[in-house]
T-cell receptor, first 107, second 115 residues
Framework: TQLLEQSPQFLSIQEGENLTVYCNSS?????LQWYRQEPGEGPVLLVT?????EVKKLKRLTFQFGDARKDSSLHITAAQPGDTGLYLC???????FGAGTRLTVKP | DAGVIQSPRHEVTEMGQEVTLRCKPI?????LFWYRQTMMRGLELLIY????????DSGMPEDRFSAKMPNASFSTLKIQPSEPRDSAVYFC?????????????FGAGSRLTVL
């Protein structure tokens, strides 16, 4: 089992602020995935990163895969209340998830 | 497609009772996963199947838990006997393999409360 550590655990910010959350491991992953989960629902896939150093953008969300493929980050620009949720990373090697970052964006 | 369908959405039962959770995956998906989510432990992988065959059940907490997939369109997770510490939201997810990675589609979950 490859352990994924996510930080911070909780993050509360004002609308319009920028933020970055992290997903780290001591193991190498063939790919990493980011999911967002809203209350009362299952997680929904946001992106899969495959190549070391890869950067993917999804509107205001920017995902980066570390050069060594052991870590990833998610940066949100000008956060909006609709970005509120639990952000989870998962290793594609074994489909196990980190504990998540619970983001609250206040209007 | 209606997505991954789980039932029941909510279940309240008493300690010692048998609980059966059900899942219908997306048609054509070869993989099916069962997860359990709690605030304390996060989203834990319990077991997954490939083409109806259990591949990794190392996350199943103990013998009280069992999972079956009798055909490609149905899976069950059974807890017998249930205990209060089993209270959690149980998710089923199915997937195709895309570019070497499973792309999971989750159901809405079954919230289990054991009194």
């Amino acid at each position: 089992t490859q352990l994924l550590e996510q930080s911070p655990q909780f993050l509360s910010i004002q609308e319009g602020e920028n933020l970055t959350v992290y997903c780290n491991s001591s193991s190498v992953f063939s790919s990493l995935q980011w999911y967002r989960q809203e209350p009362g629902e299952g997680p929904v896939l946001l992106v899969t990163v495959v190549t070391g150093g890869e950067v993917k953008k999804l509107k205001r969300l920017t995902f980066q895969f570390g050069d060594a493929r052991k870590d990833s980050s998610l940066h949100i620009t000008a956060a909006q209340p609709g970005d509120t949720g639990l952000y989870l990373c998962a290793g594609a090697n074994d489909m196990r998830f980190g504990a998540g970052t619970r983001l609250t964006v206040k209007p | 497609d209606a997505g991954v369908i789980q039932s029941p959405r909510h279940e309240v039962t008493e300690m010692g009772q048998e609980v059966t959770l059900r899942c219908k995956p997306i048609s054509g998906h070869d993989y099916l996963f069962w997860y359990r989510q709690t605030m304390m432990r996060g989203l834990e992988l319990l077991i997954y199947f490939n083409n109806n065959v259990p591949i990794d059940d190392s996350g199943m907490p103990e013998d009280r838990f069992s999972a079956k997939m009798p055909n490609a369109s149905f899976s069950t997770l059974k807890i017998q006997p249930s205990e209060p510490r089993d209270s959690a939201v149980y998710f089923c997810a199915s997937s195709l393999v895309y570019s070497g990675a499973n792309v999971l589609t989750f159901g809405a979950g079954s919230r289990l409360t054991v009194l």
